[in-house]
């Protein structure tokens, strides 16, 4: 859930992610670098703590408590090597299990129930695939107010867009949308664009998010009708001489962002100190750039949350309706499409892009705008009431509950931010277990998973381990409060596993070190054939 990313140096022609607390780029195929790497971001911050759960007393002690030396060589040699990295081994849940046999290999403390972060992503897609199928469409449905004569092309009535939680509605898609609108002959809009977004419920900021205040990507707000992952880029360059304001300019383009600049340009060869941050100014999303850039810097770009979410969709979509030459006469609000036009055949339907792909997108680099989307539309799918995160927390409980799934976890929210799940090792071995044996969208969730030391939030781990393009996992992360995880199976010459590691207030080393220790772990238990 957090691997730190916020920016990206550009120095043509070398593309990299930036030391703003470093990340690693994994590339989709047929993908724009723009899209991907705002993905990466949207994944990943710091967040408030972490801390198991507590019922009276701290888990730490509890699961300490637990954590007895052991006989078994193999426990002996994992809680040896914990030991000597310094980590209390009540933080600590291990469970691996051989999926042909139906038997567990190795345990830790895999009762206890731990913060799993972004593992959470887990329960999100194998539900969101369960209930809605790996070909589900997000569609985006267009409503005229007034029938449409198709050789005017004249709308003379309000327009109505009625969003269905699309997560994967980049800007890109946007255009494409609207040239399809060009397409099918739209030419004038004489009266409103009614944005309508009551497939969800109000209530933009989930549970764990309220935690962080930041401007980070990662914690960007949900909408019906959102678009861009409800975030901007700022591009920022040297001006021509020492002295002169940075360069600035955002993207995508929309009026209800504003950008104030006090960032200036200084002599080559010393460090920049150029950032960029996002705050709530009246009804807009005011960009500010300060700091400075030397004159020989290159191109530095970095992604920020929006703090509106219709109102941005909308401000995009009548730039693009100016560039493409619609002409738009009224004013763009929200509302709800009459009932009297949903009984007729809608204007256009969009269609999204399929469900596997956009699982792929939010498990890959651990998006949590993404899951988030997809977690409130189960909810909204369920019934005819508008989706909310306390009915799909309900409805993750009672999924759970009718795949006979071990004990009760604490399900908040869809991607694991924040101090709000809750789940133990066992459970998420559980919950692979059941997945492992659904043949109609095991292979879109195992493609899903990052594959260990090529792609997504693995692509720079297990380079040198035997385990590599083996391990096939999700990760979470919370920096701040030593929260580090890791879960998913090990397809192995003759035999398939699935595991999890979790690391909970482990607060004695940074991440990368967290990384090399699940590695050594996973090393020691996981089998060679």
């Known amino acids: 859930m957090q691997e730190n990313k916020n920016s990206i140096i550009i120095s043509a022609p070398l593309v990299r992610v930036a030391k703003y607390e470093d990340r690693n780029d994994s590339g989709a ?13 949207l994944g990943w911050g710091p967040v408030r703590p972490a ?27 994992v809680q040896a090597l914990l030991l000597a990295g310094k980590y209390s081994l009540g933080n600590v849940a291990v469970l691996v299990k051989d999926l042909d046999r139906d038997s567990p290999l190795f345990a830790l403390n895999a009762d206890s129930m731990y913060n799993p972060a972004s593992c959470s ?17 997000f569609n985006t449905v267009v409503y005229t107010g007034t029938p449409f004569p198709p050789d005017s092309g004249v709308c003379r009535g309000n327009l109505y867009i009625k969003g269905f939680g699309d997560p994967y509605f980049v800007v890109e898609r946007m255009w494409l949308f609207v040239q399809h609108l060009v397409c099918i002959g739209l030419k004038t809009v004489e009266g409103d664009i009614v944005l309508d977004g009551s497939f969800f419920d109000s209530l933009a900021v989930g549970p764990g998010f309220d935690e962080d205040d930041s401007s980070h990507p990662y914690v960007a707000p949900v909408n019906a009708v959102s678009a861009n992952f409800n975030c901007v880029s700022i591009w920022m360059r040297p001006g021509r001489s020492v002295g002169s304001p940075v360069l600035v300019d955002v993207l995508p383009k929309a009026a209800t962002v504003k950008v104030a600049v006090s960032a200036l340009t200084f002599a080559s060869g010393k460090p920049s100190t150029c950032g960029a941050a996002t705050r709530k100014d009246g009804d807009k999303t005011l960009v500010t750039v300060s700091g400075g850039m030397p004159l020989d810097a290159g191109l530095l770009v970095q992604y920020k949350k929006v703090f509106q979410t219709s109102d941005y969709y909308g401000a995009m979509f009548e730039r693009l309706l100016n560039d493409n030459k619609i002409v738009f006469k009224g004013k ?26 956009a699982i792929n997108s939010m498990m890959k680099v651990s998006n ?43 399900i908040k929210n869809g991607s ?114």
Not at 53 to 77: E, F, I, L, Y
Not at 336 to 355: E, G, I, M, T
Not at 369 to 382: D, G
Request: hydrophobic share 40%; glycine share 6%; net charge positive.
């Open 332 to 357: 763009v609000k929200t509302g709800v499409v009459p009932d009297s036009l949903k009984s007729r055949q809608p204007f256009y339907v969009f269609p999204s892009v399929p469900l596997y792909q």
């Open 368 to 410: 949590n705008y993404m899951a988030e989307m997809i977690f409130k539309t189960l909810s909204a799918q369920a019934d005819s009431a508008s989706g909310s995160w306390e009915k799909a927390s309900v409805l993750a409980l009672s999924w759970w509950k009718e795949k006979k799934l071990p004990a009760v976890p604490k």
């Open 416 to 529: 694991g931010m924040g101090d709000s799940n809750r789940m133990s090792a066992r459970q998420i071995v559980e919950l692979l277990r059941y997945v492992w044996g659904q043949k109609s969208y095991l292979p879109e969730y195992l493609y899903s998973l990052s594959s260990a030391g090529v792609d997504g939030t693995l692509k720079s781990r297990f380079k040198d381990s035997r385990l590599k393009g083996i391990v096939r996992a999700k990760t979470g992360t919370l920096n701040d409060y030593g929260v580090s995880t890791i879960a998913g199976y090990a397809l192995c010459q003759n035999r398939n596993l699935a595991f999890t590691v979790m690391f909970n207030n482990c607060t004695n080393r940074k991440q990368m070190g967290h990384w090399e220790m699940q590695e050594k772990i996973l090393e020691m238990v996981l089998p060679e054939k």
């Open 51 to 77: 801390a198991p759960v507590t019922p009276g007393k701290s888990a730490d002690s509890m699961n300490a408590a637990r954590a007895v030396p052991s006989k078994d060589p193999m426990q002996a040699k």
């Open 121 to 137: 992503k887990l329960l999100t897609a194998a539900m969101a695939f369960d209930k809605l199928g790996t070909n589900y469409s």
């Open 29 to 41: 195929k047929g993908r724009s670098l723009g899209v991907f790497i705002l993905l990466l971001l």
